[in-house]
T-cell receptor, first 113, second 116 residues
Framework: GENVEQHPSTLSVQEGDSAVIKCTYS??????FPWYKQELGKRPQLIID?????GEKKDQRIAVTLNKTAKHFSLHITETQPEDSAVYFC????????????FGSGTQLTVLP | ETGVTQSPTHLIKTRGQQVTLRCSSQSGHNTVSWYQQALGQGPQFIFQYYREEENGRGNFPPRFSGLQFPNYSSELNVNALELDDSALYLC???????????????FGSGTRLTVV
């Protein structure tokens, strides 16, 4: 089955700096790569996603890049703000009827004021 | 609010007992997936229901079972509870399967299960 590895597990940045979180996946059949933000005690919320037919996607301060050959994808947050502090999870999805997502182990991002 | 509601929000059970968790999907979503999130880890796929039938299952034993009802709501049942079953159980609804794949998961707030 699919295996998703995520690093770093913790990341501290100064407000205004950029943050980068990286994930690798094992199953070359995976074609959907979402990123979720989970604040303490709350539900995971989708912040951006990318499909395997594109290499990069941006949404304001957030961008995701995908390298299918190397089987890795990354989340980039620019101009970080204290409200960006949360746990971020990457995930990979297999095409087909089951539509399950395999999640990484998460990155605790702390933005220092 | 996302429209996906789960109940109860918190639950404490004794090892060996049985538990039922409930999920109401977002309007228009007929697919429900269940995930287990242990403390400090990412969610792990348990199973998915589509049109009242199980439509994919992760690496969980048979004591984890589920149901989906005609109104697309769902239940997760866990028998013979073990201490390791303590976790946040998340329900996610999504729009119909097909095409390139709409994974637009909307997660509920989850049920925090503690087994003692």
């Amino acid at each position: 089955g699919e295996n998703v590895e995520q690093h770093p597990s913790t990341l501290s940045v100064q407000e205004g700096d950029s943050a980068v979180i990286k994930c690798t996946y094992s199953d070359s059949a995976s074609n959907y790569f979402p990123w979720y933000k989970q604040e303490l005690g709350k539900r995971p919320q989708l912040i951006i996603d990318i499909r395997s037919n594109v290499g990069e996607k941006k949404d304001q301060r957030i961008a995701v890049t995908l390298n299918k050959t190397a089987k890795h994808f990354s989340l980039h947050i620019t101009e970080t703000q204290p409200e960006d502090s949360a746990v971020y999870f990457c995930a990979a999805g297999l095409s087909g009827s089951a539509r399950q997502l395999t999640f990484g182990s998460g990155t605790q991002l702390t933005v220092l004021p | 609010e996302t429209g996906v509601t789960q109940s109860p929000t918190h639950l404490i059970k004794t090892r060996g007992q049985q538990v039922t968790l409930r999920c109401s999907s977002q309007s228009g979503h007929n697919t429900v997936s269940w995930y287990q999130q242990a403390l400090g880890q990412g969610p792990q796929f348990i199973f998915q229901y589509y049109r009242e039938e199980e439509n994919g299952r992760g690496n969980f034993p048979p004591r984890f079972s589920g149901l989906q009802f005609p109104n697309y709501s769902s239940e997760l049942n866990v028998n013979a509870l073990e201490l390791d079953d303590s976790a946040l159980y998340l329900c996610a609804s999504s729009s119909p399967l097909g095409g390139y794949g709409d994974y637009g998961y909307t997660f509920g707030s989850g049920t925090r299960l503690t087994v003692v």
